[in-house]
Protein backbone atom coordinates (compact mmCIF):
# COMPACT_ATOMS: atom_id res chain seq x y z
CA UNK A 1 0.00 0.00 0.00
CA UNK A 2 1.63 3.67 -1.29
CA UNK A 3 1.63 6.75 1.20
CA UNK A 4 -1.02 7.71 -1.14
CA UNK A 5 -3.34 5.07 -1.06
CA UNK A 6 -3.00 5.08 2.88
CA UNK A 7 -3.95 9.05 3.08
CA UNK A 8 -7.13 8.15 0.79
CA UNK A 9 -8.16 4.66 3.11
CA UNK A 10 -7.44 7.16 5.76
CA UNK A 11 -9.70 10.14 4.49
CA UNK A 12 -12.07 7.54 3.07
CA UNK A 13 -12.65 6.60 7.24
CA UNK A 14 -13.07 10.23 8.09
CA UNK A 15 -15.86 11.01 5.49
CA UNK A 16 -17.27 8.25 6.99
CA UNK A 17 -17.26 8.77 10.57
CA UNK A 18 -18.17 12.15 9.61
CA UNK A 19 -21.14 11.17 7.88
CA UNK A 20 -22.04 8.61 10.47
CA UNK A 21 -21.86 11.24 13.40
CA UNK A 22 -23.81 13.52 11.53
CA UNK A 23 -26.89 10.71 10.95
CA UNK A 24 -26.17 10.10 14.61
CA UNK A 25 -26.69 13.32 15.49
CA UNK A 26 -29.96 13.67 12.93
CA UNK A 27 -31.82 11.06 14.65
CA UNK A 28 -30.94 12.56 18.14
CA UNK A 29 -32.83 15.38 16.95
CA UNK A 30 -35.60 13.36 15.83
CA UNK A 31 -36.32 11.62 18.38
CA UNK A 32 -35.81 13.60 21.15
CA UNK A 33 -38.99 15.87 18.94
CA UNK A 34 -40.96 12.95 19.09
CA UNK A 35 -40.17 12.12 22.68
CA UNK A 36 -42.03 15.44 23.00
CA UNK A 37 -44.51 14.71 20.97
CA UNK A 38 -45.86 11.54 22.85
CA UNK A 39 -48.12 10.87 25.85
CA UNK A 40 -51.42 9.46 27.21
CA UNK A 41 -53.04 12.97 25.96
CA UNK A 42 -52.85 13.31 22.66
CA UNK A 43 -51.49 16.91 21.18
CA UNK A 44 -50.87 17.73 17.73
CA UNK A 45 -47.39 18.68 16.34
CA UNK A 46 -48.26 22.00 16.21
CA UNK A 47 -49.31 22.43 19.72
CA UNK A 48 -46.55 20.81 21.14
CA UNK A 49 -44.20 23.09 19.11
CA UNK A 50 -46.56 25.99 20.30
CA UNK A 51 -46.67 25.14 23.28
CA UNK A 52 -43.05 24.47 23.95
CA UNK A 53 -42.26 27.72 22.88
CA UNK A 54 -44.86 29.23 25.80
CA UNK A 55 -47.58 29.29 23.17
CA UNK A 56 -50.95 27.56 23.36
CA UNK A 57 -53.91 26.07 25.96
CA UNK A 58 -51.80 26.53 29.72
CA UNK A 59 -52.91 23.07 29.93
CA UNK A 60 -50.79 21.92 27.02
CA UNK A 61 -47.85 24.25 28.21
CA UNK A 62 -47.62 22.28 31.65
CA UNK A 63 -47.91 18.64 29.48
CA UNK A 64 -45.27 19.58 27.16
CA UNK A 65 -43.06 21.70 29.52
CA UNK A 66 -43.30 20.55 32.52
CA UNK A 67 -44.20 16.61 32.24
CA UNK A 68 -42.62 15.81 28.47
CA UNK A 69 -39.48 18.02 28.36
CA UNK A 70 -37.71 17.08 31.57
CA UNK A 71 -38.16 13.61 30.89
CA UNK A 72 -36.91 13.91 27.32
CA UNK A 73 -34.13 15.89 28.54
CA UNK A 74 -33.37 13.13 31.00
CA UNK A 75 -33.54 10.52 28.47
CA UNK A 76 -31.11 12.32 26.48
CA UNK A 77 -28.71 13.04 29.13
CA UNK A 78 -28.52 9.53 31.37
CA UNK A 79 -28.53 7.14 27.49
CA UNK A 80 -25.67 9.45 27.01
CA UNK A 81 -23.53 8.85 29.91
CA UNK A 82 -24.32 5.50 30.02
CA UNK A 83 -23.31 5.07 26.26
CA UNK A 84 -20.33 7.00 27.55
CA UNK A 85 -19.34 4.69 30.58
CA UNK A 86 -19.47 1.84 28.32
CA UNK A 87 -17.29 3.38 25.75
CA UNK A 88 -14.99 4.68 28.60
CA UNK A 89 -14.80 1.55 30.63
CA UNK A 90 -14.11 -0.60 27.49
CA UNK A 91 -11.45 1.87 26.23
CA UNK A 92 -9.89 1.64 29.99
CA UNK A 93 -10.23 -2.36 29.85
CA UNK A 94 -9.52 -3.00 26.08
CA UNK A 95 -12.49 -5.12 26.30
CA UNK A 96 -15.60 -5.04 24.55
CA UNK A 97 -17.55 -6.95 27.44
CA UNK A 98 -16.87 -4.21 29.57
CA UNK A 99 -19.78 -1.98 30.82
CA UNK A 100 -21.19 -0.18 33.75
CA UNK A 101 -24.35 -2.53 34.13
CA UNK A 102 -21.96 -5.57 34.08
CA UNK A 103 -19.52 -4.10 36.51
CA UNK A 104 -22.75 -3.72 38.73
CA UNK A 105 -22.29 0.18 38.94
CA UNK A 106 -26.00 0.69 38.35
CA UNK A 107 -27.10 -2.22 40.98
CA UNK A 108 -24.71 -0.68 43.80
CA UNK A 109 -25.65 2.84 42.62
CA UNK A 110 -29.36 1.54 43.34
CA UNK A 111 -28.57 -0.13 46.75
CA UNK A 112 -27.36 3.73 47.89
CA UNK A 113 -30.38 5.29 47.16
CA UNK A 114 -32.69 2.73 48.43
CA UNK A 115 -30.93 3.00 51.59
CA UNK A 116 -31.74 7.06 51.64
CA UNK A 117 -35.53 6.05 50.59
CA UNK A 118 -35.89 3.40 52.85
CA UNK A 119 -34.12 4.56 55.76
CA UNK A 120 -36.75 8.08 55.45
CA UNK A 121 -33.41 10.06 55.94
CA UNK A 122 -34.28 12.60 52.91
CA UNK A 123 -36.72 13.51 50.41
CA UNK A 124 -36.38 11.53 47.14
CA UNK A 125 -35.57 14.74 45.69
CA UNK A 126 -33.00 15.89 47.31
CA UNK A 127 -28.79 16.05 46.46
CA UNK A 128 -28.57 13.06 49.49
CA UNK A 129 -29.95 10.80 47.32
CA UNK A 130 -27.99 11.17 44.04
CA UNK A 131 -24.41 11.34 46.54
CA UNK A 132 -25.44 8.28 48.00
CA UNK A 133 -25.62 6.54 44.48
CA UNK A 134 -22.39 8.28 43.52
CA UNK A 135 -21.12 6.96 46.40
CA UNK A 136 -21.78 3.21 46.32
CA UNK A 137 -21.19 3.19 42.64
CA UNK A 138 -17.85 4.62 43.16
CA UNK A 139 -17.07 2.01 45.60
CA UNK A 140 -18.53 -1.05 43.52
CA UNK A 141 -16.30 -0.01 40.56
CA UNK A 142 -13.61 0.45 42.33
CA UNK A 143 -13.94 -2.51 44.68
CA UNK A 144 -14.30 -4.80 40.93
CA UNK A 145 -11.13 -2.98 39.74
CA UNK A 146 -9.39 -3.95 43.00
CA UNK A 147 -10.74 -7.37 42.68
CA UNK A 148 -10.01 -7.99 39.37
CA UNK A 149 -6.64 -6.31 39.03
CA UNK A 150 -5.08 -4.94 36.10
CA UNK A 151 -4.82 -7.26 33.42
CA UNK A 152 -7.89 -9.28 34.25
CA UNK A 153 -9.12 -11.16 31.39
CA UNK A 154 -12.93 -11.39 30.71
CA UNK A 155 -13.44 -14.35 33.12
CA UNK A 156 -12.46 -12.80 36.17
CA UNK A 157 -13.69 -9.37 35.15
CA UNK A 158 -17.66 -10.83 35.09
CA UNK A 159 -17.27 -12.75 37.65
CA UNK A 160 -16.41 -10.31 39.81
CA UNK A 161 -18.95 -8.00 38.51
CA UNK A 162 -21.57 -10.81 38.51
CA UNK A 163 -20.93 -11.27 42.76
CA UNK A 164 -20.80 -7.24 43.24
CA UNK A 165 -24.44 -7.19 41.32
CA UNK A 166 -25.27 -9.54 43.31
CA UNK A 167 -24.11 -8.49 46.94
CA UNK A 168 -25.55 -5.26 45.65
CA UNK A 169 -29.33 -7.16 45.12
CA UNK A 170 -28.95 -8.45 48.64
CA UNK A 171 -27.93 -5.39 50.28
CA UNK A 172 -30.98 -3.73 48.99
CA UNK A 173 -33.44 -6.17 50.11
CA UNK A 174 -31.81 -6.78 53.29
CA UNK A 175 -32.54 -2.05 53.17
CA UNK A 176 -36.00 -3.15 52.13
CA UNK A 177 -36.63 -4.94 54.43
CA UNK A 178 -35.47 -3.00 57.73
CA UNK A 179 -37.85 -0.09 56.37
CA UNK A 180 -40.46 1.66 58.58
CA UNK A 181 -42.36 2.78 55.28
CA UNK A 182 -45.29 0.23 54.21
CA UNK A 183 -45.29 0.90 50.60
CA UNK A 184 -41.33 1.06 50.60
CA UNK A 185 -40.78 -2.90 49.40
CA UNK A 186 -43.78 -1.68 45.93
CA UNK A 187 -41.77 1.71 45.78
CA UNK A 188 -38.27 0.22 45.53
CA UNK A 189 -39.96 -3.04 43.15
CA UNK A 190 -41.39 -0.44 40.87
CA UNK A 191 -37.96 1.93 41.36
CA UNK A 192 -35.40 -1.01 40.46
CA UNK A 193 -37.22 -1.35 37.22
CA UNK A 194 -35.82 1.73 35.93
CA UNK A 195 -38.49 4.43 34.31
CA UNK A 196 -38.25 8.11 33.34
CA UNK A 197 -41.95 8.47 33.82
CA UNK A 198 -43.78 12.01 35.21
CA UNK A 199 -40.26 13.34 36.18
CA UNK A 200 -39.61 17.05 36.70
CA UNK A 201 -37.34 19.51 36.32
CA UNK A 202 -36.44 18.83 39.67
CA UNK A 203 -35.10 15.49 38.78
CA UNK A 204 -33.32 17.24 35.96
CA UNK A 205 -31.56 19.43 38.15
CA UNK A 206 -30.79 16.67 40.70
CA UNK A 207 -28.94 14.42 38.41
CA UNK A 208 -27.64 16.82 35.27
CA UNK A 209 -24.86 17.94 36.93
CA UNK A 210 -23.57 14.89 38.06
CA UNK A 211 -24.25 13.59 34.85
CA UNK A 212 -22.24 16.36 32.99
CA UNK A 213 -19.28 16.42 35.63
CA UNK A 214 -19.13 12.47 35.05
CA UNK A 215 -18.76 13.31 31.12
CA UNK A 216 -16.87 16.13 31.32
CA UNK A 217 -14.18 13.74 33.40
CA UNK A 218 -14.90 10.96 31.11
CA UNK A 219 -14.06 12.87 27.86
CA UNK A 220 -10.68 14.50 28.79
CA UNK A 221 -9.28 11.28 28.82
CA UNK A 222 -9.78 10.95 25.05
CA UNK A 223 -6.50 10.52 24.24
CA UNK A 224 -5.19 8.39 27.22
CA UNK A 225 -7.96 5.53 26.32
CA UNK A 226 -6.05 5.88 22.70
CA UNK A 227 -2.45 5.61 23.78
CA UNK A 228 -4.20 2.59 25.92
CA UNK A 229 -4.81 0.60 23.08
CA UNK A 230 -1.11 -0.31 22.09
CA UNK A 231 -0.86 -1.82 25.67
CA UNK A 232 -0.10 -0.67 29.62
CA UNK A 233 2.97 0.07 29.31
CA UNK A 234 3.59 1.62 25.57
CA UNK A 235 0.90 3.79 26.97
CA UNK A 236 3.32 4.72 30.36
CA UNK A 237 5.69 5.30 28.03
CA UNK A 238 3.95 8.01 26.26
CA UNK A 239 3.10 9.50 29.20
CA UNK A 240 -0.45 8.25 30.39
CA UNK A 241 -0.38 7.57 34.24
CA UNK A 242 -2.43 4.43 34.36
CA UNK A 243 -3.07 4.06 37.78
CA UNK A 244 -4.43 7.95 37.07
CA UNK A 245 -6.53 7.33 34.52
CA UNK A 246 -8.39 4.11 36.43
CA UNK A 247 -8.90 7.10 38.83
CA UNK A 248 -10.58 9.29 36.27
CA UNK A 249 -12.45 6.56 34.74
CA UNK A 250 -14.24 5.15 38.06
CA UNK A 251 -14.55 8.79 39.03
CA UNK A 252 -16.51 9.42 35.93
CA UNK A 253 -18.52 7.00 36.09
CA UNK A 254 -19.33 6.81 39.14
CA UNK A 255 -20.54 10.21 38.99
CA UNK A 256 -22.66 9.81 36.06
CA UNK A 257 -24.38 6.52 36.80
CA UNK A 258 -24.65 7.60 40.20
CA UNK A 259 -26.53 10.63 38.95
CA UNK A 260 -28.97 9.08 36.78
CA UNK A 261 -29.37 6.19 38.39
CA UNK A 262 -30.60 8.25 41.30
CA UNK A 263 -33.45 9.73 39.73
CA UNK A 264 -34.47 7.04 37.29
CA UNK A 265 -33.45 3.83 39.03
CA UNK A 266 -31.49 0.92 37.15
CA UNK A 267 -31.34 1.41 33.01
CA UNK A 268 -28.63 -1.60 32.29
CA UNK A 269 -27.23 -2.50 28.96
CA UNK A 270 -27.18 0.59 27.09
CA UNK A 271 -23.28 1.06 27.69
CA UNK A 272 -22.66 -2.23 27.05
CA UNK A 273 -24.67 -1.76 23.43
CA UNK A 274 -24.14 1.62 22.46
CA UNK A 275 -19.98 1.50 21.86
CA UNK A 276 -20.35 -2.25 19.76
CA UNK A 277 -23.21 -0.46 17.25
CA UNK A 278 -20.53 2.32 16.81
CA UNK A 279 -17.35 0.34 16.21
CA UNK A 280 -18.23 -0.55 12.49
CA UNK A 281 -18.91 2.47 11.24
CA UNK A 282 -16.61 4.48 13.19
CA UNK A 283 -13.69 2.03 13.92
CA UNK A 284 -11.91 1.11 16.64
CA UNK A 285 -10.23 4.05 18.34
CA UNK A 286 -11.63 4.30 21.74
CA UNK A 287 -11.31 7.85 21.52
CA UNK A 288 -12.82 8.34 18.50
CA UNK A 289 -15.87 6.27 20.02
CA UNK A 290 -16.80 8.10 22.57
CA UNK A 291 -18.79 10.81 21.54
CA UNK A 292 -20.80 8.34 19.18
CA UNK A 293 -21.22 6.30 21.56
CA UNK A 294 -22.89 9.23 24.03
CA UNK A 295 -25.25 9.89 20.99
CA UNK A 296 -25.80 6.37 20.16
CA UNK A 297 -27.00 5.58 24.46
CA UNK A 298 -29.16 8.87 24.40
CA UNK A 299 -31.10 7.54 20.69
CA UNK A 300 -31.17 4.22 22.41
CA UNK A 301 -32.94 5.59 25.38
CA UNK A 302 -35.00 8.08 24.10
CA UNK A 303 -36.12 5.46 21.76
CA UNK A 304 -36.79 3.02 24.26
CA UNK A 305 -38.77 5.38 26.67
CA UNK A 306 -40.85 6.62 23.32
CA UNK A 307 -41.51 2.23 22.85
CA UNK A 308 -42.65 2.35 26.74
CA UNK A 309 -45.21 5.11 25.66
CA UNK A 310 -46.54 3.50 22.61
CA UNK A 311 -47.01 0.25 23.46
CA UNK A 312 -50.57 -0.80 24.19
CA UNK A 313 -50.25 -2.20 27.89
CA UNK A 314 -52.80 -1.92 31.03
CA UNK A 315 -50.09 -0.62 33.40
CA UNK A 316 -47.16 0.96 32.06
CA UNK A 317 -44.12 -0.48 30.90
CA UNK A 318 -40.34 0.59 32.68
CA UNK A 319 -37.94 1.63 30.73
CA UNK A 320 -35.10 -0.71 32.34
CA UNK A 321 -37.19 -3.94 31.61
CA UNK A 322 -37.13 -3.06 27.77
CA UNK A 323 -33.74 -1.91 27.58
CA UNK A 324 -32.75 -5.02 29.55
CA UNK A 325 -34.95 -7.33 27.35
CA UNK A 326 -33.07 -6.01 24.34
CA UNK A 327 -29.61 -5.76 25.76
CA UNK A 328 -29.76 -9.37 27.59
CA UNK A 329 -29.96 -10.99 24.01
CA UNK A 330 -27.30 -8.85 22.74
CA UNK A 331 -24.82 -9.46 25.64
CA UNK A 332 -25.54 -13.34 24.77
CA UNK A 333 -24.60 -12.64 21.62
CA UNK A 334 -21.45 -10.69 22.65
CA UNK A 335 -20.13 -13.85 24.71
CA UNK A 336 -21.44 -16.35 21.46
CA UNK A 337 -18.45 -14.07 19.65
CA UNK A 338 -16.25 -13.50 21.93
CA UNK A 339 -16.58 -17.17 23.07
CA UNK A 340 -12.81 -18.19 22.13
CA UNK A 341 -11.48 -15.68 24.46
CA UNK A 342 -13.62 -16.70 27.35
CA UNK A 343 -12.65 -19.99 26.93
CA UNK A 344 -9.13 -20.10 26.63
CA UNK A 345 -7.80 -16.79 28.21
CA UNK A 346 -8.96 -17.33 31.64
CA UNK A 347 -6.06 -14.92 32.94
CA UNK B 1 -75.09 -11.51 53.64
CA UNK B 2 -72.14 -10.42 55.45
CA UNK B 3 -74.37 -9.00 58.81
CA UNK B 4 -76.29 -12.43 58.32
CA UNK B 5 -73.26 -14.44 58.41
CA UNK B 6 -72.32 -12.88 61.42
CA UNK B 7 -75.60 -12.67 63.39
CA UNK B 8 -75.26 -16.47 62.50
CA UNK B 9 -72.06 -16.95 64.32
CA UNK B 10 -73.27 -14.88 67.26
CA UNK B 11 -76.38 -17.10 67.70
CA UNK B 12 -74.31 -20.22 66.96
CA UNK B 13 -72.10 -18.93 70.05
CA UNK B 14 -75.42 -17.80 72.39
CA UNK B 15 -76.77 -21.38 71.73
CA UNK B 16 -73.40 -23.39 72.79
CA UNK B 17 -71.67 -21.04 75.59
CA UNK B 18 -73.97 -17.88 75.65
CA UNK B 19 -75.39 -18.35 79.49
CA UNK B 20 -71.89 -18.91 80.63
CA UNK B 21 -71.19 -15.05 80.11
CA UNK B 22 -73.69 -12.69 81.21
CA UNK B 23 -71.67 -9.86 80.24
CA UNK B 24 -71.05 -10.51 76.51
CA UNK B 25 -68.78 -12.60 74.71
CA UNK B 26 -64.61 -11.48 74.79
CA UNK B 27 -62.72 -11.62 72.07
CA UNK B 28 -59.93 -11.21 69.98
CA UNK B 29 -59.62 -9.22 66.47
CA UNK B 30 -57.21 -10.03 64.14
CA UNK B 31 -57.69 -6.97 61.77
CA UNK B 32 -56.91 -3.67 61.96
CA UNK B 33 -60.60 -2.65 60.56
CA UNK B 34 -62.45 -4.80 62.78
CA UNK B 35 -59.90 -3.54 65.79
CA UNK B 36 -61.26 -0.60 65.38
CA UNK B 37 -65.40 -1.58 65.36
CA UNK B 38 -64.57 -3.72 68.41
CA UNK B 39 -62.62 -0.78 70.28
CA UNK B 40 -65.55 1.13 69.73
CA UNK B 41 -68.56 -0.98 70.64
CA UNK B 42 -67.37 -3.40 73.63
CA UNK B 43 -66.67 -3.19 77.07
CA UNK B 44 -62.82 -3.30 77.93
CA UNK B 45 -62.84 -6.51 79.89
CA UNK B 46 -64.56 -7.72 76.63
CA UNK B 47 -61.20 -7.02 74.37
CA UNK B 48 -58.42 -9.89 74.80
CA UNK B 49 -56.50 -8.99 72.13
CA UNK B 50 -56.11 -6.86 68.74
CA UNK B 51 -54.19 -7.21 65.62
CA UNK B 52 -50.37 -6.68 64.91
CA UNK B 53 -50.97 -3.36 63.18
CA UNK B 54 -53.09 -2.24 65.87
CA UNK B 55 -51.50 0.75 67.42
CA UNK B 56 -50.03 2.18 63.68
CA UNK B 57 -51.90 5.57 63.96
CA UNK B 58 -51.32 5.63 60.02
CA UNK B 59 -54.03 2.66 59.61
CA UNK B 60 -56.07 3.09 62.75
CA UNK B 61 -58.00 5.82 63.77
CA UNK B 62 -58.48 4.15 67.07
CA UNK B 63 -54.25 3.71 67.78
CA UNK B 64 -53.84 5.69 70.82
CA UNK B 65 -57.21 3.72 72.09
CA UNK B 66 -55.66 0.53 71.46
CA UNK B 67 -52.17 1.12 73.42
CA UNK B 68 -54.57 -0.67 76.58
CA UNK B 69 -54.55 -3.54 75.17
CA UNK B 70 -52.66 -6.41 74.32
CA UNK B 71 -51.43 -6.78 70.64
CA UNK B 72 -50.79 -9.88 68.92
CA UNK B 73 -48.75 -11.36 66.72
CA UNK B 74 -51.22 -11.78 63.78
CA UNK B 75 -50.34 -15.88 63.89
CA UNK B 76 -52.56 -18.68 65.84
CA UNK B 77 -50.36 -18.98 68.29
CA UNK B 78 -51.13 -16.38 71.03
CA UNK B 79 -54.29 -16.00 70.37
CA UNK B 80 -55.16 -20.00 71.20
CA UNK B 81 -54.06 -19.95 75.12
CA UNK B 82 -56.09 -16.44 75.63
CA UNK B 83 -59.36 -18.63 75.18
CA UNK B 84 -61.67 -15.98 73.69
CA UNK B 85 -65.39 -17.08 73.14
CA UNK B 86 -65.28 -15.41 69.39
CA UNK B 87 -62.18 -14.20 66.98
CA UNK B 88 -63.09 -11.67 64.61
CA UNK B 89 -61.09 -11.83 61.64
CA UNK B 90 -61.19 -10.34 57.79
CA UNK B 91 -61.00 -12.77 54.81
CA UNK B 92 -58.47 -10.83 53.72
CA UNK B 93 -56.06 -12.50 56.56
CA UNK B 94 -54.48 -15.80 56.34
CA UNK B 95 -56.25 -18.61 55.59
CA UNK B 96 -54.11 -21.10 57.35
CA UNK B 97 -54.10 -18.94 60.75
CA UNK B 98 -57.74 -18.72 60.21
CA UNK B 99 -58.43 -22.85 59.50
CA UNK B 100 -55.88 -23.64 62.33
CA UNK B 101 -58.21 -21.41 64.79
CA UNK B 102 -60.85 -23.24 63.56
CA UNK B 103 -59.40 -26.36 63.57
CA UNK B 104 -59.05 -25.68 67.81
CA UNK B 105 -62.66 -25.15 68.22
CA UNK B 106 -62.54 -21.40 68.42
CA UNK B 107 -65.31 -19.72 66.79
CA UNK B 108 -64.87 -17.17 63.93
CA UNK B 109 -66.43 -14.65 62.58
CA UNK B 110 -65.64 -13.17 59.06
CA UNK B 111 -65.67 -9.66 58.00
CA UNK B 112 -65.38 -8.50 54.39
CA UNK B 113 -64.08 -5.17 53.62
CA UNK B 114 -67.41 -2.87 52.85
CA UNK B 115 -67.37 -0.76 49.56
CA UNK B 116 -70.45 1.32 50.25
CA UNK B 117 -72.13 3.13 53.61
CA UNK B 118 -74.81 0.52 53.29
CA UNK B 119 -72.33 -2.07 53.95
CA UNK B 120 -70.66 0.02 56.30
CA UNK B 121 -73.95 0.19 58.24
CA UNK B 122 -74.48 -3.44 57.80
CA UNK B 123 -71.19 -4.07 59.81
CA UNK B 124 -71.84 -1.64 62.55
CA UNK B 125 -74.85 -3.22 63.16
CA UNK B 126 -73.40 -6.77 62.96
CA UNK B 127 -70.24 -6.45 65.37
CA UNK B 128 -73.07 -4.46 67.88
CA UNK B 129 -75.02 -7.63 68.00
CA UNK B 130 -71.70 -9.75 68.24
CA UNK B 131 -70.48 -7.94 71.02
CA UNK B 132 -74.25 -7.69 72.41
CA UNK B 133 -74.21 -4.49 72.48
CA UNK B 134 -76.33 -3.08 69.57
CA UNK B 135 -78.08 0.02 71.32
CA UNK B 136 -74.15 1.03 70.77
CA UNK B 137 -74.36 0.54 67.54
CA UNK B 138 -77.48 2.17 66.34
CA UNK B 139 -75.84 5.53 67.95
CA UNK B 140 -72.72 4.91 66.00
CA UNK B 141 -74.91 4.41 62.74
CA UNK B 142 -76.71 7.67 63.92
CA UNK B 143 -73.57 9.49 64.56
CA UNK B 144 -72.78 8.36 60.70
CA UNK B 145 -75.82 9.75 59.33
CA UNK B 146 -75.73 13.19 60.98
CA UNK B 147 -72.26 13.56 59.61
CA UNK B 148 -73.60 12.24 56.25
CA UNK B 149 -76.16 15.32 56.38
CA UNK B 150 -73.80 17.95 57.30
CA UNK B 151 -71.79 16.84 54.55
CA UNK B 152 -74.02 17.15 52.35
CA UNK B 153 -75.32 20.10 53.33
CA UNK B 154 -72.05 21.67 52.62
CA UNK B 155 -71.17 20.15 49.18
CA UNK B 156 -74.64 19.26 47.57
CA UNK B 157 -75.16 22.61 45.97
CA UNK B 158 -71.91 23.12 43.90
CA UNK B 159 -71.85 19.54 42.22
CA UNK B 160 -68.02 19.58 42.60
CA UNK B 161 -65.94 17.16 40.70
CA UNK B 162 -63.73 15.58 42.77
CA UNK B 163 -60.25 13.21 42.05
CA UNK B 164 -59.20 10.76 44.71
CA UNK B 165 -55.41 10.59 43.15
CA UNK B 166 -53.01 8.40 45.57
CA UNK B 167 -49.29 7.47 45.13
CA UNK B 168 -48.25 7.07 42.01
CA UNK B 169 -51.88 8.19 40.54
CA UNK B 170 -53.97 5.76 41.96
CA UNK B 171 -57.27 6.76 41.31
CA UNK B 172 -60.10 5.19 43.15
CA UNK B 173 -63.06 4.38 41.17
CA UNK B 174 -66.91 3.90 41.53
CA UNK B 175 -66.72 0.73 43.53
CA UNK B 176 -64.87 2.24 46.26
CA UNK B 177 -65.54 2.77 49.53
CA UNK B 178 -64.13 6.57 48.78
CA UNK B 179 -66.21 6.97 46.00
CA UNK B 180 -69.51 6.09 48.25
CA UNK B 181 -68.85 8.68 50.50
CA UNK B 182 -68.26 11.53 47.55
CA UNK B 183 -71.47 10.38 46.17
CA UNK B 184 -73.61 10.11 49.29
CA UNK B 185 -72.07 13.82 49.77
CA UNK B 186 -73.16 15.22 46.67
CA UNK B 187 -69.79 15.24 45.02
CA UNK B 188 -68.96 13.56 42.22
CA UNK B 189 -66.01 11.22 41.35
CA UNK B 190 -64.11 12.13 38.27
CA UNK B 191 -62.16 8.90 37.91
CA UNK B 192 -65.28 8.05 35.63
CA UNK B 193 -63.94 11.04 33.06
CA UNK B 194 -61.05 9.38 33.04
CA UNK B 195 -62.25 6.02 31.70
CA UNK B 196 -61.24 4.59 35.40
CA UNK B 197 -64.63 3.77 36.70
CA UNK B 198 -63.23 0.34 38.40
CA UNK B 199 -59.86 2.74 39.67
CA UNK B 200 -56.38 2.44 38.22
CA UNK B 201 -53.38 4.26 37.69
CA UNK B 202 -53.86 7.73 36.18
CA UNK B 203 -51.23 9.36 34.02
CA UNK B 204 -50.35 12.94 35.22
CA UNK B 205 -51.16 14.55 31.87
CA UNK B 206 -54.48 13.02 31.86
CA UNK B 207 -55.14 14.25 35.10
CA UNK B 208 -53.84 17.93 34.18
CA UNK B 209 -55.81 17.55 31.08
CA UNK B 210 -59.27 16.97 33.08
CA UNK B 211 -58.77 19.57 35.04
CA UNK B 212 -60.90 18.35 38.17
CA UNK B 213 -62.43 20.88 40.51
CA UNK B 214 -60.81 19.04 43.38
CA UNK B 215 -58.11 16.52 43.77
CA UNK B 216 -58.36 14.71 47.18
CA UNK B 217 -55.47 12.86 48.67
CA UNK B 218 -54.39 11.77 52.09
CA UNK B 219 -51.65 13.73 53.26
CA UNK B 220 -50.36 17.50 53.01
CA UNK B 221 -47.06 18.45 53.18
CA UNK B 222 -44.28 18.81 50.83
CA UNK B 223 -42.21 15.90 51.88
CA UNK B 224 -41.62 13.18 49.27
CA UNK B 225 -40.40 9.99 50.79
CA UNK B 226 -40.58 8.02 47.94
CA UNK B 227 -41.18 8.25 43.95
CA UNK B 228 -45.07 7.40 44.65
CA UNK B 229 -45.49 10.22 46.71
CA UNK B 230 -43.68 12.90 44.48
CA UNK B 231 -46.27 12.20 41.52
CA UNK B 232 -48.47 14.00 43.55
CA UNK B 233 -45.95 17.04 44.11
CA UNK B 234 -45.03 17.04 41.01
CA UNK B 235 -44.78 20.78 39.43
CA UNK B 236 -47.32 20.26 36.81
CA UNK B 237 -49.88 18.53 39.22
CA UNK B 238 -49.05 21.44 42.07
CA UNK B 239 -49.53 24.15 39.45
CA UNK B 240 -53.07 23.50 38.97
CA UNK B 241 -53.79 22.01 42.56
CA UNK B 242 -51.53 24.25 44.62
CA UNK B 243 -52.57 23.38 48.81
CA UNK B 244 -55.75 25.72 48.07
CA UNK B 245 -56.91 23.00 45.66
CA UNK B 246 -56.80 19.81 47.49
CA UNK B 247 -59.20 18.11 50.07
CA UNK B 248 -56.94 16.33 52.28
CA UNK B 249 -58.31 12.99 54.08
CA UNK B 250 -55.90 11.08 56.12
CA UNK B 251 -55.79 7.75 55.19
CA UNK B 252 -56.59 6.41 58.78
CA UNK B 253 -59.80 7.95 58.23
CA UNK B 254 -60.89 6.43 55.12
CA UNK B 255 -58.75 2.51 54.86
CA UNK B 256 -61.52 0.86 56.90
CA UNK B 257 -65.07 1.29 56.13
CA UNK B 258 -66.01 1.75 60.08
CA UNK B 259 -67.65 4.50 63.07
CA UNK B 260 -64.65 6.23 62.20
CA UNK B 261 -66.43 7.37 58.70
CA UNK B 262 -67.96 9.84 60.72
CA UNK B 263 -65.25 11.54 61.66
CA UNK B 264 -63.90 11.46 57.67
CA UNK B 265 -67.72 12.79 56.48
CA UNK B 266 -66.92 15.84 59.03
CA UNK B 267 -63.29 16.64 58.15
CA UNK B 268 -64.42 16.51 54.64
CA UNK B 269 -67.01 19.08 55.27
CA UNK B 270 -63.89 20.95 56.54
CA UNK B 271 -62.13 20.44 54.08
CA UNK B 272 -64.72 21.62 51.38
CA UNK B 273 -65.58 24.64 53.52
CA UNK B 274 -61.63 25.61 53.54
CA UNK B 275 -60.91 24.73 49.75
CA UNK B 276 -64.15 26.44 48.46
CA UNK B 277 -63.68 29.54 50.75
Not at chain 1, 38 to 49: D, E, N, Q, T, Y
Not at chain 1, 211 to 235: D, H, K, M, N
Not at chain 1, 328 to 345: C, H, K, N, S, T
Not at chain 2, 239 to 247: C, H
Amino acid sequence: MSVQDFALAAEVAARRRWSATAALLALVVLLLVISLGVGPVRLSPLAVIEALFGGGSDVAQVIVREIRLPRTILAFAIGGILGLSGAALQGLLRNPLASPSLFGAPQSAAFGAVLVIALGLADVRSYALPVAAIIAAFGSVFALLAIAGRNAGLLILILAGLAISSFAGAATALVMNLSSNPFVVLEIAFWLLGSLEDRSFQHVALALPFIVAGAAILLSQASAFRALTLGEEAAQSLGVDVGRLRLFVITGVALGVGGAVAVTGSIGFIGLVAPHLMRPLIGHDPARLLVPSAFTGSALLLAADIAVRIIPSTSDIKVGVLTSIIGVPFFLYLIMRERRALGGGVA
Amino acid sequence: MMRRLAALAAAAWLICCGAAFAAGPRIVSMNVCSDQLVLSLADPDQILGLSRFSRDAWQSWAAEKARNYPRLSGGAEDVLPLKPDLVVVSLFDKRATRDLLKAHGLHLVEFTVPRTLDEVRDQIRAMGDVLQHPDRAKAEIARLDAAIARARAEASTHHYRVLPVERRGFVSGDSSLISSLLTATGLTNAAGELGLGAGGFASLEAIVKLRPDFILVSEAGDRAEDEGRAFLLHPALERFYPESRRIVLPERLTVCGGVMLADALDRLTEELRRVTK
